[in-house]
């Protein structure tokens, strides 16, 4: 058995975090869920998942009970019910994870690379396209997406009015521009590729 990526967006700001988990049941996915939202700077008041038992169960609504956060789930075989993150799942998890099998064992490792690397790249140094809503000449809504409009997630947010009363009360703009001027964006991705070098080579070498 492999380990399974978690991939978390928010579909406002396209903040985006993502993590490994052993196995796909709600006893390895509390702690990891715990810890994925953590890493969201701001409030979180909704959480929509996929509407496997490993995310609709006991544990789980527990844990977002006690974080005041309302779950909703996907409809069966309705992939556009989350399709920002299926999106995000082959541009982003694929793109930088690959296909490979990865054993179990090595869950804890990849999730110290995402939480070191690639979130902070994808959310401070990573542009995304948002969309703006343009009408036609038939009175219907089309979605434009102009490189004038692309923004790393971190410069959504702050873009965003009133952003400072959507963070936790724990988290502050001065900490996150710290993050995010602490290197350029090249500079950024450059470590994230040789921590994703290193992560591979550790790995494979245990598994040869």
Known sequence: MGSSSINAVDEVTQWEVVGAVEKISEWYLKPLLEDILTQFPTVILGFHSDNGSEFINKVVAELLNKLLVQQT???????????LVEFKNGAIVRKHMGYAHIPQSFAQQINLFHRDFLNPYLNFHRPCFFSKDELDSKGKIRK????????????????????QSYLRHDVSFEKLDAIASQFSDNQFAERMVKARNKLWDSILNRVA
């Not at 996907?74 to 019910?81: L, V």
């Not at 409009?149 to 947010?157: G, I, S």
């Open 144 to 163: 434009k997406y102009l490189y004038e409009d692309m923004k790393t997630p971190y410069e959504k947010l702050i873009s965003l009015p009133n952003a």
């Open 73 to 83: 789930k996907s409809r069966a075989r309705h992939t556009n019910d989350n399709a």
